[in-house]
């Protein structure tokens, strides 16, 4: 059956001058009703039985102009698009219409072809770009497998994965069920051969070997340190628990307010708070913490509140370590809720007047944690793209823009990070252990681990990956991929308790592949 035509109202007191331009639309498909005024034009706007695909309207007719046209039209069918075409290129002309939602602007004279481009992108844009997107991707993951080598470096792996988020990104209105399911099966194999690769590497990254990425324990003294040497004034924030996709969602919204760099990092193994942000603050690996300042160090399954009760303290001790000295010293903040965000909100100006203010948000992680235990929190976000929706439209209204856009109007720099990533957990594999084994279910710590070593990176020298123990015999085990340990004993009620959950601890792109970004106020 043939394709109804698309139809077109055009609205101009001249349409016998306009022929050529009704003609070459109708040859191309589109079926096109003339009005010579504004009060004929809202009349078939209002007929329910004929809608119209798209209006293009005159601005100026006799009668009614094209704004109150336009806004007869808009108060009848609010969706409809709307080019104007007029000869008047005043500023305050095309405020009004912006203010109105007009889609486009034509400038008089205008030719046939432009009338049908403008018409086509408005109508056929959306289709235009869907079937074009497998040609794309085809062409952008044939390079990506050729990437995908034993000559493979970390930096290949960012460029990969940040092409995988940017398809991410691209398909998430994306209808074709056949490329999202492809998208989804290019990440899992990639992601199998980042687990290898990271496998493979991981104890010469942390043993100092030549060539090693940007790690957790780098960020401070690759980033904060050399704008604090220069006098800049500083706030170091690190938001808990972001995604790169998540932050690529967001970083859009502060484009208006500051210049931005992005760059990447490897988070530390296991990629989990209690190692990953204290590498941060330290500077050091969490073998070195405990052994330099046992103090400040407690193993996971002791109190978790104190696992990272010291940032403070570490990133002083990092700072004075480096040859960074402050007058007056580090200011550092966590916040937990919006009471505890809406207060540093209000102290904003007060802040300028430090050097460096380090603060960490909690608020993506206690999402994703809770999204695991509520039923209504996993309807609203059920999937990645649902959870980077929700997470932008927290941010949207969060304290934390609001502070973001307080500090746009200082003369500072902003490095903003994270400690880890989560990926979603799909399926489930065995772990062994005794009744002291820690509870993540990315990564445990115990004696007597096993694990199914297809699916998990065993550690049986946690020293030699800079990692500490609780004694002799201590192993590590990390979960691959999208991988979560689940215990022999009532195997499937949790199995089906955490299968679809976020989680983190583990080794996977999204865990361990993160955005550092310095941002400065645009002036």
Not at 52 to 71: A, Q, R, S
Not at 209 to 221: C, K, M, W
Not at 231 to 241: A, L, W
Not at 445 to 474: M, R, V, W
């Amino acid at each position: 059956m043939a394709e109804e035509r698309k139809r077109i109202l055009w609205a101009d007191d001249e349409m016998d001058h306009l022929r050529p331009h009704v003609k070459f639309l109708e040859d191309r498909g589109f079926s096109v009703s003339k009005v010579t005024n504004g009060e004929d034009a809202i009349a078939l706007t209002s007929d329910p039985e004929g809608r119209f695909d798209l209006v293009i309207l005159d601005e100026m007719m006799p009668g009614i102009g094209g704004l109150e046209t336009l806004k007869g039209i808009k108060e009848r069918d609010p969706y409809v698009p709307v080019i104007m075409v007029t000869k008047s290129e005043e500023e305050t002309l095309i405020d009004a219409a912006i203010r109105e939602n007009i889609d486009n602007f034509l400038v008089k004279p205008v030719n046939p072809l432009q009338v049908y481009t403008a018409a086509k992108r408005l109508l056929d844009g959306d289709r235009i770009r869907e079937s074009g997107a497998m040609r794309d991707y085809v062409d952008d993951f044939t390079v990506l497998r050729n990437l995908r080598t034993d000559t493979a470096t970390p930096d290949t792996w960012i460029d990969v994965y940040r092409k995988l988020v940017e398809w991410d990104l691209r398909l998430d209105d994306h209808r074709d069920a056949g490329l999202l399911q492809t998208h989804e099966d290019a990440k899992l194999e990639t992601n199998i051969e980042f687990c290898r690769f990271v496998s493979e590497n991981y104890r010469d990254w942390v043993s100092g070997a030549e060539g090693r990425p940007t790690l957790s324990v780098d960020i401070v003294q690759k980033y904060v340190a050399p704008l604090l040497a220069e006098k800049r004034k500083v706030y170091f924030i690190i938001i808990d628990c972001l995604r790169l996709d998540q932050w690529i969602a967001i970083e859009a919204l502060l484009e208006p307010y500051f210049d931005i760099r992005r760059d990447h990092y490897y988070s530390i193994l296991p990629t989990a708070t209690s190692f990953a942000r204290n590498s941060i603050f330290s500077g050091l690996f969490p073998l070195q913490i405990s052994q330099q300042h046992p103090e400040y160090w407690s193993m996971p399954g002791d109190d978790d509140s104190s696992l990272n009760r010291y940032e403070r303290q570490l990133l002083d001790e990092q700072l004075d370590r480096i040859g960074v000295k402050l007058n007056p010293s580090t200011k550092y903040i966590k916040v937990f809720n919006q009471e505890e965000a809406s207060t540093v909100k209000k102290d904003i100006a007060s802040l300028y007047s430090l050097p460096l203010v380090a603060m960490v948000f909690n608020f993506v992680d206690i999402l994703s944690h809770g999204r695991s235990e509520s039923a209504i929190l996993q309807e609203i976000a059920p999937d990645e793209a649902a959870f980077r929706a929700l997470t932008t439209a927290w941010f949207k209204h969060s304290s934390l823009f609001d502070i973001l856009k307080a500090i746009s109007r200082q003369d500072a720099t902003v490095v903003l990070s994270t400690d880890h990533g989560s990926v979603l957990s799909r399926r489930s594999t065995i772990a062994y252990g005794n009744r002291d084994t820690s509870t993540n279910l990315r990564f445990k710590i115990g004696t007597n681990l096993g694990c199914d070593e297809k699916n998990a990176l065993h550690l049986k020298s946690p020293e030699d990956f800079q990692l500490p123990t609780n004694g002799l015999n201590t192993h590590y085990i990390l979960a691959r991929e999208n991988y979560y340990f689940v215990y022999p004993t009532k195997f499937h009620e949790y199995e089906r308790q955490y299968r679809g959950s976020f989680q983190h601890g583990g080794i996977s792109m999204e865990e361990m592949l993160l955005p550092c970004i310095v941002m400065n106020p645009r002036r």
